[in-house]
Protein backbone atom coordinates (compact mmCIF):
# COMPACT_ATOMS: atom_id res chain seq x y z
CA UNK A 1 0.00 0.00 0.00
CA UNK A 2 1.49 3.45 -0.63
CA UNK A 3 2.06 5.91 2.06
CA UNK A 4 -0.35 8.79 0.96
CA UNK A 5 -3.52 6.02 0.84
CA UNK A 6 -2.24 4.56 3.98
CA UNK A 7 -1.90 7.84 6.01
CA UNK A 8 -5.35 8.57 4.60
CA UNK A 9 -7.09 5.22 5.70
CA UNK A 10 -5.19 5.40 8.89
CA UNK A 11 -6.53 9.19 9.86
CA UNK A 12 -10.05 8.27 8.76
CA UNK A 13 -9.97 4.94 11.33
CA UNK A 14 -12.85 5.21 13.68
CA UNK A 15 -13.17 1.75 15.22
CA UNK A 16 -12.65 2.64 19.05
CA UNK A 17 -14.83 5.39 18.47
CA UNK A 18 -17.08 4.21 21.19
CA UNK A 19 -14.29 3.86 23.83
CA UNK A 20 -13.34 6.97 22.92
CA UNK A 21 -14.63 9.97 25.78
CA UNK A 22 -13.36 12.75 22.86
CA UNK A 23 -14.49 11.07 19.68
CA UNK A 24 -12.06 9.60 16.81
CA UNK A 25 -9.40 12.08 15.87
CA UNK A 26 -6.22 10.29 14.84
CA UNK A 27 -3.19 12.15 14.85
CA UNK A 28 -0.78 11.38 12.50
CA UNK A 29 2.03 12.96 9.95
CA UNK A 30 4.54 11.56 7.33
CA UNK A 31 6.39 11.25 4.17
CA UNK A 32 7.55 9.11 2.12
CA UNK A 33 10.37 11.21 2.60
CA UNK A 34 10.14 11.84 6.11
CA UNK A 35 14.20 11.28 7.82
CA UNK A 36 13.21 10.60 11.62
CA UNK A 37 9.92 8.21 12.71
CA UNK A 38 8.49 8.95 16.33
CA UNK A 39 6.51 6.30 17.66
CA UNK A 40 5.13 7.92 20.57
CA UNK A 41 2.25 6.60 23.12
CA UNK A 42 -1.04 8.68 21.91
CA UNK A 43 -2.06 12.65 21.80
CA UNK A 44 -3.18 14.31 24.68
CA UNK A 45 -6.40 16.43 25.63
CA UNK A 46 -4.90 19.53 23.72
CA UNK A 47 -3.33 17.62 20.79
CA UNK A 48 -6.15 16.10 20.05
CA UNK A 49 -8.53 19.62 21.19
CA UNK A 50 -5.92 21.82 18.51
CA UNK A 51 -5.43 18.43 15.97
CA UNK A 52 -1.76 18.83 16.20
CA UNK A 53 0.08 15.82 17.69
CA UNK A 54 2.87 16.76 20.36
CA UNK A 55 0.67 20.07 20.67
CA UNK A 56 1.54 20.67 24.41
CA UNK A 57 4.36 20.34 27.25
CA UNK A 58 5.51 17.39 26.31
CA UNK A 59 6.47 18.19 23.09
CA UNK A 60 7.77 20.87 23.93
CA UNK A 61 10.13 19.58 25.79
CA UNK A 62 10.31 16.63 22.84
CA UNK A 63 11.38 19.23 20.34
CA UNK A 64 13.86 20.66 23.13
CA UNK A 65 15.50 17.32 23.51
CA UNK A 66 15.87 16.91 19.46
CA UNK A 67 17.07 20.19 19.07
CA UNK A 68 14.60 20.86 16.47
CA UNK A 69 12.00 23.98 16.08
CA UNK A 70 8.40 23.26 15.81
CA UNK A 71 8.84 24.44 11.92
CA UNK A 72 10.63 21.63 11.16
CA UNK A 73 9.36 18.89 13.46
CA UNK A 74 5.97 19.64 11.65
CA UNK A 75 7.54 19.06 8.92
CA UNK A 76 6.36 15.77 7.11
CA UNK A 77 9.32 15.85 4.47
CA UNK A 78 11.06 15.26 7.81
CA UNK A 79 9.75 14.17 10.75
CA UNK A 80 7.15 11.18 10.78
CA UNK A 81 4.74 10.91 14.36
CA UNK A 82 3.11 7.85 14.66
CA UNK A 83 1.91 6.90 18.19
CA UNK A 84 0.77 3.62 19.76
CA UNK A 85 -2.29 5.16 19.63
CA UNK A 86 -3.89 7.48 17.37
CA UNK A 87 -6.55 8.96 19.60
CA UNK A 88 -7.12 10.80 22.46
CA UNK A 89 -7.56 7.81 24.83
CA UNK A 90 -9.16 9.53 28.18
CA UNK A 91 -7.81 10.43 31.55
CA UNK A 92 -7.60 7.50 34.21
CA UNK A 93 -6.67 8.22 37.69
CA UNK A 94 -3.02 8.80 37.56
CA UNK A 95 -3.04 10.61 34.15
CA UNK A 96 -3.86 9.73 30.50
CA UNK A 97 -5.58 6.20 30.23
CA UNK A 98 -2.68 4.15 27.82
CA UNK A 99 -3.42 3.72 24.27
CA UNK A 100 -6.00 1.82 23.10
CA UNK A 101 -5.04 -1.61 21.81
CA UNK A 102 -5.64 -1.89 18.71
CA UNK A 103 -4.03 0.73 16.62
CA UNK A 104 -0.38 -0.77 16.76
CA UNK A 105 -1.59 -4.05 15.58
CA UNK A 106 -3.82 -3.05 12.60
CA UNK A 107 -1.92 0.22 11.07
CA UNK A 108 2.14 0.09 12.37
CA UNK A 109 2.89 -2.88 9.96
CA UNK A 110 1.50 -0.79 6.76
CA UNK A 111 2.95 2.79 7.62
CA UNK A 112 5.94 1.13 8.64
CA UNK A 113 6.17 -0.14 5.20
CA UNK A 114 5.20 2.84 3.52
CA UNK A 115 7.77 5.26 5.50
CA UNK A 116 10.92 4.47 3.24
CA UNK A 117 13.30 7.39 4.17
CA UNK A 118 13.79 6.72 7.40
CA UNK A 119 16.35 6.38 8.91
CA UNK A 120 16.21 7.26 12.73
CA UNK A 121 13.51 5.70 14.86
CA UNK A 122 12.66 6.93 18.57
CA UNK A 123 10.28 5.20 20.59
CA UNK A 124 8.74 7.34 23.39
CA UNK A 125 7.26 5.78 26.32
CA UNK A 126 7.05 2.29 27.91
CA UNK A 127 4.59 1.04 25.13
CA UNK A 128 6.35 1.87 22.09
CA UNK A 129 9.65 0.50 23.66
CA UNK A 130 7.16 -2.81 24.97
CA UNK A 131 5.75 -3.25 21.30
CA UNK A 132 9.71 -2.94 19.58
CA UNK A 133 12.25 -3.78 21.88
CA UNK A 134 10.53 -4.86 25.19
CA UNK A 135 12.47 -8.68 24.05
CA UNK A 136 15.97 -6.68 24.06
CA UNK A 137 15.46 -4.92 27.42
CA UNK A 138 13.94 -5.39 30.34
CA UNK A 139 12.76 -1.93 31.17
CA UNK A 140 12.41 1.31 29.49
CA UNK A 141 15.55 2.75 31.67
CA UNK A 142 17.81 -0.01 30.20
CA UNK A 143 16.14 0.75 26.96
CA UNK A 144 16.79 4.28 27.25
CA UNK A 145 20.79 3.66 28.74
CA UNK A 146 21.73 1.93 25.59
CA UNK A 147 21.61 4.55 23.30
CA UNK A 148 24.66 3.73 22.25
CA UNK A 149 23.98 -0.01 21.11
CA UNK A 150 20.92 1.37 19.44
CA UNK A 151 22.36 4.22 17.33
CA UNK A 152 22.32 5.67 14.37
CA UNK A 153 19.21 3.40 13.26
CA UNK A 154 17.48 3.65 16.52
CA UNK A 155 17.07 5.31 20.46
CA UNK A 156 14.80 4.67 23.44
CA UNK A 157 13.41 7.98 25.46
CA UNK A 158 10.97 8.48 28.48
CA UNK A 159 8.23 10.11 27.63
CA UNK A 160 8.90 13.93 27.84
CA UNK A 161 5.88 14.57 30.01
CA UNK A 162 6.26 16.55 33.01
CA UNK A 163 5.06 13.60 34.88
CA UNK A 164 8.43 11.93 34.55
CA UNK A 165 10.32 14.79 36.28
CA UNK A 166 10.51 11.95 38.86
CA UNK A 167 12.51 9.75 36.24
CA UNK A 168 15.04 12.48 35.14
CA UNK A 169 15.95 13.79 38.52
CA UNK A 170 17.08 9.80 39.29
CA UNK A 171 18.48 9.39 36.15
CA UNK A 172 20.64 12.95 35.54
CA UNK A 173 22.32 11.06 32.97
CA UNK A 174 20.24 11.05 30.28
CA UNK A 175 20.15 14.88 30.17
CA UNK A 176 23.71 15.21 30.50
CA UNK A 177 24.80 12.15 28.06
CA UNK A 178 21.84 10.74 25.71
CA UNK A 179 19.88 14.11 24.81
CA UNK A 180 23.75 15.19 23.43
CA UNK A 181 23.72 12.02 21.35
CA UNK A 182 20.21 12.26 20.41
CA UNK A 183 20.90 15.91 18.97
CA UNK A 184 23.60 14.60 17.33
CA UNK A 185 22.06 11.87 15.42
CA UNK A 186 19.02 14.15 14.44
CA UNK A 187 21.79 16.83 13.19
CA UNK A 188 23.25 14.23 10.99
CA UNK A 189 19.74 13.79 9.52
CA UNK A 190 19.06 17.45 9.02
CA UNK A 191 22.74 17.68 7.37
CA UNK A 192 21.91 14.57 5.39
CA UNK A 193 18.32 16.21 4.32
Same mark, same amino acid.
Given at each position: MRLPQALREARG %???CEPDLP?????LLQGSGRSRLLIIGQAPGAAAHESGTPWDDRSGQRLREWLGLTSERFYDPSFVA??????CYPGTGASGDLPPRP? %?????HDRLLRAFRGVCL???LGKHAHARYLGDRYATLTQAVAAYDDLLPEAMVLPHPSPRNNIWLKKNAWFLELAVPRLRQAVGELLRAS
Open positions: %CTLLGARPLMPMGFE %CAPLWTLY
